[in-house]
């Protein structure tokens, strides 16, 4: 299904389906990609982004990238735009209307510089954009309903901006605010790269030379930053990708523990288990009776 | 018009709803007034409203966060 919508405000809604597109663009507004079927790529001025259903993209205005789909299976993609006046507008209420403005009363005046990253896609900013994308199906034209959709999908992105870059920021042990702040960006980077290549074969030195950091302070800071080590983040990743496949197709365990990068069947399963109490199959049958489609 | 619930007892009537902000949208356009907008706790999504009979009541959409792709489905 093809959607463009464009509001009188400007912010902007658009939904394909599509197996192979490439499409050079230039950003104008504020903008989040979904993709709630299959893998969208992303080049960015030498870097890669790649999108999963479990992951979002935001783009600041002014970034030029490339958007490639390349896909056997039809692929959902999912776009809001926002403008910049609607944007200050959010920002404006969000910290006045709260205590934040007495914690940080400098952060009220000016949108700050949101850099390009991805996002986990999941509590309520995956209800908001898929109440908001089955209304547009069912045909809603109200804009006001639709702009309160879009003030929610920011409301629960400067949360998860909150909880995933500020406070992680925070963790740093490094003094100067500017260190941390260009720490944390290598630490995104290195974050991408690894969501990236989760199904290949790489060590700990290509995600360090990746990041520009040495293996030990990558490795440290990670940590500090996450919680957890790259290697748990990277098998935090697979298994959450391989229970999206578990769930939406049909490929064979041996098949879905290839895919998601496990060099054998038996580990794959004796991860799945610790983690999530239920073997692969189990899962994948418990998930088929609740889909009886 | 008078409270319709016994004096003393301070209940809110809770309307549950599969989307919190649909409903929210809906109500306001009829008139309704609202005491507080949309709003996340730990449930999910609920917004509150004094009804004509001055009963507090709230719209709720309550939210399994667990499911990491569960709704998803529901709605495809």
Request: with cysteine.
């Amino acid at each position: 299904m093809r959607y463009v919508r464009e509001l009188s405000n400007r912010n902007r809604i658009s939904c394909d389906t599509v197996r192979n597109s490439t499409a050079e663009m230039q950003e104008d507004h504020h903008t989040f990609k979904f993709v709630f079927k299959g893998q969208q790529d992303y080049l960015m001025a030498k870097r890669k982004v790649s999108i999963f259903p479990d992951s979002f993209l935001f783009l600041p205005p002014g970034t030029n990238y490339t958007s490639i789909v390349d896909s056997y299976d039809p692929v959902d993609v999912f776009s809001v735009s926002v403008s910049a006046n609607f944007l200050s507008d959010f920002h404006n209420s969000y910290y006045s209307s709260t205590d934040l403005l007495l914690a940080a009363p400098e952060a009220s005046n000016q949108v700050p510089e949101i850099m390009e990253s991805f996002y986990p896609f999941s509590g309520d900013m995956r209800f908001t954009v898929m109440h908001l994308y089955q209304r547009l199906i069912e045909g809603e034209a109200d804009e006001l309903l639709i702009n309160e959709y879009l003030h929610h999908c920011l409301l629960n992105f400067y949360r998860i901006r909150g909880r995933e870059i500020n406070s992680r920021m925070e963790r740093l042990g490094a003094l100067k605010a500017s260190t941390r702040q260009e720490l944390f960006k290598r630490l995104i980077l290195a974050k991408e790269f690894i969501s990236n290549n989760y199904n290949k074969k790489f060590n700990l030195n290509d995600v360090a030379r990746f990041s520009c950091l040495s293996v030990n302070h990558l490795l440290r800071t990670f940590k500090e930053a996450y919680g957890i080590s790259p290697y748990q983040f990277l098998t935090q990743v697979r298994l959450d990708r391989a229970k999206y496949f578990l769930e939406h197709t049909d490929y064979q365990v041996a098949y879905t523990s290839m895919l998601v990068g496990f060099e054998s069947v038996s580990s794959f399963i004796r991860v799945f288990k610790s983690t999530f109490n239920v073997t692969p199959l189990k899962y994948k049958n418990l998930s088929s009776i609740k889909k009886p489609c | 018009m008078e409270k319709t619930y016994i004096s003393g007892i301070n209940a809110k009537i809770i309307i549950p709803t599969s989307d919190c902000i649909k409903k929210y949208c809906e109500l306001k356009s009829l008139g309704v007034n609202f005491i507080k907008a949309p709003a996340y706790s730990r449930r999910g999504l609920s917004a509150d409203f004094i009804d004509a009979f001055g009963n507090e009541c709230s719209i709720l959409e309550e939210r399994n966060y667990q499911s990491s792709y569960a709704f998803c489905d529901e709605i495809r």
